[in-house]
C-alpha cells in the first residue's frame, strides 16, 4: 500500500459497522432478543467484537460508526471501548440495509463532505486479518476517486447455495497487487447446478456486502435509482444538528420504504466496481458453519459448552456439533448431527439440513410463539 495515498485518504476514511440482527438459522441460540453477532460462538470474543477490532485496522476510533437497533444498544455499548457513544446510531426501526446505509453515509457527509465510507457487517468471521485489511483499504483508495463505489466479492471455495453472487465483467485496472472489474449485475442464490456454473467461470464471487463508497456518490445514486429512499434520507441530513432532528429521523425511518441495498441501488447502477477478496471470509449463518470453523475431535465432533455443568459423552458419533449450556448430553450411535441445547429449546437437526433451521423460525412466527423467538 502507498503510504502517501492511504496519509492523503486516512482522515477521510470511515466504517460503518451494520448491527441490525438476524441469524434465524442459529436459532434457538440466536433470537431477537440476543441475535448471533453478540454471541459467543466460536471462542472469547463474539463476533461484533471481532468486527470492531478489524474496524480498528482501518480507521481510529473516533472513526469508526455503529447502525443498530434500540433493542441492541446495551449489547453494542458493553464492547465499545473508546469508539465515541455519540457515533452510535438506532434505528428506531428495522427496515433493512438500503436506508440503514444511505442514512448513515448522510451523517457521517454532514460530518465529512469528503469521506469515504467502509461498509462492514457485525457477524462476520475473517481468518487472515492482514489480507482483510489490505482489500479494504484497496477499495477505500479506488472509491475515494469518488467516480465508482466498490465491493469486495469473496472467492467462492465451492458451490454455495445459500450466496448471492456477483458477476464480474472486464477487468479496469490493477490496484496495489489486486484486480478491480466492472459489476455486471447480482445474481440471486442460485440451485446447485448453476452455483457450479459460476464457480468453474471464475467469473463470480460471493456477495458479502462489504461495499465502499464516498458519500457524494452513494448519495446521489440514492437520488438517481431510489428517489423513494432518497427523499427521508435527505429530509433527516437538514433536520442535523437542529432541536427537531431525533422527532425528524424517527418519522422519515417510519415512513420509508423497506429494502435491501443491492435491488435499490446495486443491481441498477452503472458505478459499481468489484475487487476479489480471499481472507477467510465466512458468513457464520447455520450450525453446519459453526461446526466447521470450530476445532473437532478425530471424530469430527465438535463441542461448545456455555456454562459450567456442561457435559457431553459421545460413544460411535461422528461428524456432529453439540451445544449445550448447563447439562450433560449423550449421543450414541449418531452421525452428522448439529445438537443445540438452550434450556428451553432442544435443536436436533441433520447437518445437511441445517439451512432450513429458519423454517422453524418462520413457523413459531406463524404461530404466534413470541416466547421463543
Known amino acids: 500500500m502507498s503510504k502517501p495515498q492511504l496519509s492523503n485518504l486516512t482522515p477521510h476514511l470511515y466504517v460503518v459497522i451494520l448491527c441490525g440482527g438476524g441469524g434465524t438459522r442459529l436459532w434457538p441460540l440466536s433470537r431477537n432478543k440476543t441475535p448471533k453477532q453478540f454471541i459467543d460462538l466460536l471462542g472469547k470474543e463474539t463476533l461484533f467484537e471481532k468486527t470492531l477490532v478489524r474496524a480498528q485496522t482501518l480507521v481510529p476510533s473516533d472513526h469508526i460508526y455503529i447502525m443498530t437497533n434500540v433493542e441492541y444498544l446495551s449489547d453494542v455499548k458493553k464492547s465499545l471501548g473508546d469508539i465515541p457513544p455519540s457515533n452510535v446510531i438506532t434505528e428506531p426501526e428495522k427496515k433493512n440495509t438500503a436506508l ?5 453515509a448522510g451523517l457521517i457527509h454532514h460530518r465529512d463532505p469528503q469521506a469515504v465510507v467502509i461498509n462492514l457487517a457485525s457477524d462476520h468471521l475473517i481468518t487472515d486479518s492482514p489480507a482483510f485489511t489490505h482489500a479494504m483499504q484497496t477499495a477505500a483508495l479506488v472509491a475515494s476517486e469518488g467516480k465508482y463505489f466498490v465491493t469486495v466479492g469473496i472467492k467462492p471455495t465451492f458451490a454455495h447455495t445459500g450466496y448471492g453472487y456477483i458477476h464480474a465483467g472486464k477487468l479496469i485496472q490493477q490496484e496495489e497487487g489486486l484486480q478491480v472489474f466492472e459489476s455486471l449485475g447480482f445474481k440471486e442464490k442460485p440451485d446447485q447446478v448453476t452455483a457450479q456454473q459460476y464457480v468453474t467461470s471464475g467469473q463470480y464471487f460471493w456477495n458479502a456486502n462489504l461495499y465502499t463508497w464516498k458519500t457524494s456518490l452513494i448519495l446521489a445514486e440514492f437520488a438517481r435509482l431510489s428517489p423513494s429512499l432518497s427523499a427521508p434520507i435527505q429530509t433527516i441530513m437538514k433536520s442535523i444538528d437542529t432541536p427537531q432532528f431525533e422527532q425528524v429521523f424517527t418519522r422519515e425511518y417510519h415512513s420509508a420504504p423497506e429494502e435491501q441495498i443491492d435491488t435499490a441501488i446495486s443491481e441498477h447502477t452503472d458505478k459499481l466496481l468489484v475487487i476479489p477478496g480471499d481472507f477467510g471470509w465466512t458468513d457464520v449463518g447455520s450450525w453446519n458453519v459453526v461446526h466447521d470453523e470450530i ?12 456454562d459450567q455443568g456442561a457435559e457431553w459423552i459421545g460413544i460411535d458419533t461422528q461428524n456432529s456439533l453439540i451445544s449445550t449450556g448447563n447439562k450433560l448430553i449423550v449421543t450414541l450411535g449418531v452421525a452428522n448431527l448439529m445438537i443445540v441445547d438452550t434450556g428451553d429449546v432442544l435443536l436436533i437437526v441433520h447437518k445437511d439440513r441445517a439451512q432450513e433451521v429458519k423454517k422453524v423460525v418462520e413457523k413459531l412466527k406463524a404461530d404466534h410463539r413470541d416466547d421463543l423467538l
Open 295 to 306: 476445532k473437532q475431535d478425530q471424530d469430527g465432533n465438535a463441542l461448545v459448552t456455555r
Open 100 to 104: 440503514a446505509m444511505g442514512v448513515i
